[in-house]
């Protein structure tokens, strides 16, 4: 099985930075799109930014310019850094990843971490 693990919420002031990070363990066999995903209070979950395996990149419009996913493929592990935070970024982040292990190569599932609350507050 593959389990991703979440670092780096916390409590940052309006046009302050956090950056988050999710490393994948278990039984990797590979990890397809890795991307994190957000959940605020009352909201239906929603993709903030996902990246292949050859790193090419996509954002929500509510974070493109503001948000920096990339990932580290030899560390099975995913990033977001996160600039001039807004009150209405304030979520449940969610780190999500496609991936197999090698108690069968062949088939990729969707994994997700157990989330970390992001709050943009002054």
């Known amino acids: 099985q593959v389990q991703l693990v979440e670092s780096g919420g916390g409590l940052v002031q309006p046009g302050g930075s956090l950056s988050l990070s999710c490393a994948a363990s278990?039984?990797?066999?590979?990890?397809?799109?890795m991307g994190w995903y957000r959940q605020a209070p009352g909201k239906e979950r929603e993709l903030v930014a996902d990246?292949?395996?050859?790193?090419?990149?996509n954002y929500a419009d509510s974070v493109r310019g503001r948000f920096a996913i990339s990932r580290d493929n030899a560390a099975n592990t995913v990033y977001l850094q996160m600039n001039t935070l807004k009150p209405e970024d304030t979520a449940v982040y969610y780190c999500?990843?496609?991936?197999?292990?090698?108690?069968?190569?062949?088939?990729?599932?969707?994994?997700w971490g157990q989330g970390t609350l992001v709050t943009v507050s002054s």
């Open positions: 990246i292949t395996k050859h790193a090419r990149t």
């Open positions: 999500n990843a496609v991936a197999s292990d090698y108690s069968n190569p062949g088939r990729y599932r969707e994994v």
């Open positions: 278990g039984s990797i066999f590979s990890i397809n799109a």
